[in-house]
């Protein structure tokens, strides 16, 4: 079995030595890569290609949610598990509502690290126990009254944009003009509050509008 490949992005060295042993001890899982900082991490990623990216929050220069906002503008299929310290409930939606596919609190049991990883890798969202129990179903229950507000001309070219089809793709397909479907966008953005491409697709993905696809 090939083991699942992660990096590891927290500013304390001898952190990330822990970590790596805890999550390597099993045999499943090895770690690629290791950055201190955002900017270091996004040249690795690209680097190395990891399947799970495990970031902390607080570091010098970017922070993780900027890095995982950066990861997945490039790689719409980026898996990124954010592992912190910062366990608020309003961070833990804002992490998951970026993209995140799992959280784990710092002060939870360390097999949760392990068990969120495999998660990540089977492309399933993941919120350990010590955290607030009811920011998945929060988070669910918003996006589903995002997307119940779409029209049903919206849902249909969010799902084909959430395809990766261009503005021109669903003008050609629907029968539209550029216009009508550029102003069905704006309105797109609006009711589902998407800051890009990345993260639509990423909505789209949790809500079983599209599936996900591997390489």
Known sequence: MTPIRVMLVDDHPVVRTGYRRLLEQGGDITVVAEAGNGETAYGLHLEHAPDVCVTDLSMPGIGGLELLRK??????????LVFTMHDTPQLIARA???????????????????????????????????????????TARREAERLSSLSQREFEIFRLLAEGRSAADCARLLHL??????????CIREKLDVPGPAALVHLALRNGVIEQIHP
């Open 71 to 80: 990861l997945l503008a490039r790689d719409a299929g980026a898996r990124v």
């Open 177 to 186: 003009s550029s216009k009508t479907v550029a102003n069905h966008q704006t």
């Open 96 to 138: 998951f509502d970026g993209g995140a596919c799992g959280f784990v609190s710092k002060q939870a049991d360390p097999e949760h690290l392990v068990d969120a990883v495999r998660a990540a890798h089977a492309g399933r969202r993941y919120l350990d126990p010590h955290s607030a129990p009811d920011v998945l179903q929060g």
